[in-house]
């Protein structure tokens, strides 16, 4: 069965360092989604691409978060310079567009510890 | 825009009991899916059930049904002959039908003990 790969699955990372996290989504799915989880809450939207071209980064830190998915299948999402606050857990979500169903597929996430 | 409420933070149910889990959303559109996502610990979210709101009936899947209630709009997942497997975070979502994109809003979600 397909799946939503990422990695690292773990990452450890000094505050003011530079982070990046991979996704690969299933393929044929056009929609992919990067989501913040802090322990015992839910996931919180960084930002959505629709193909290559991004939807909605509306709740994405700019100044130091970055997002690209160049030819619209895997994705890079990078931090820098990382801070204490951005300790949580990074998920990627894929999903198909239209009548293709709409359910969202997720990877196992990235456990980011910024020490 | 959108919210979804989860007000229990925290459920437990008896093995082989029922339990059910609350959900609420405020949303002016007509059109839109609800989902229950289960994240088990350290492990990966998968989806449980989901329901179109055109549809009136109430999606079903084995163990898993929710009670749908439109006008309401709320949204609650009944587990039936609960199994130790299904201690998990669960968590409600709401997509969009009616924006130009697929918007997905996530609950807070509730942490689910099985006790043996």
């Known amino acids: 069965e397909a799946e939503v790969a990422q990695s690292p699955r773990y990452k450890i990372t000094e505050k003011s360092q530079a982070v990046a996290f991979w996704c690969d989504p299933i393929?044929?799915?056009?929609?992919l989604y990067w989501y913040r989880q802090i322990l015992g809450q839910g996931p919180e939207l960084l930002v959505q691409?629709?193909?290559?071209?991004?939807?909605?980064d509306s709740q994405l830190p700019k100044d130091r978060f970055s997002a690209e998915r160049l030819k619209g299948v895997d994705s890079t999402l990078k931090i820098q310079p990382a801070e204490l606050g951005d300790s949580a857990m990074y998920l990627c979500?894929?999903?198909?567009?239209?009548?293709?169903?709409?359910?969202?597929?997720f990877g196992p996430g990235t456990r980011l510890t910024v020490t | 825009a959108q919210t979804v409420t989860q007000s229990q933070p925290e459920m437990s149910v008896q093995e082989a009991e029922t339990v059910t889990l609350s959900c609420t959303y405020d949303?002016?559109?007509?059109?839109?899916?609800l989902f229950w996502y289960k994240q088990p610990p350290s492990r990966q979210m998968i989806l449980v059930i989901r329901?179109?709101?055109?549809?009136?009936q109430n999606a079903t899947e084995n163990r898993f049904s929710v009670n749908f209630q439109k006008a309401a709009k709320s949204f609650s997942l009944k587990i039936s002959d609960s199994q130790l497997g299904d201690a998990a975070m669960y968590f409600c979502?709401?997509?969009?039908?009616?924006?130009?994109?697929?918007?997905?809003?996530f609950g807070p979600g509730t942490s689910l003990s099985v006790i043996p």
């Open positions: 979502a709401y997509r969009s039908q009616e924006t130009s994109y697929d918007k997905v809003i």
């Open positions: 393929s044929g799915h056009a929609t």
């Open positions: 949303t002016s559109e007509s059109d839109y899916y």
């Open positions: 979500a894929s999903s198909v567009t239209g009548t293709g169903g709409p359910e969202q597929y």
């Open positions: 691409f629709q193909d290559e071209s991004v939807v909605d």
């Open positions: 329901q179109e709101a055109y549809k009136q």
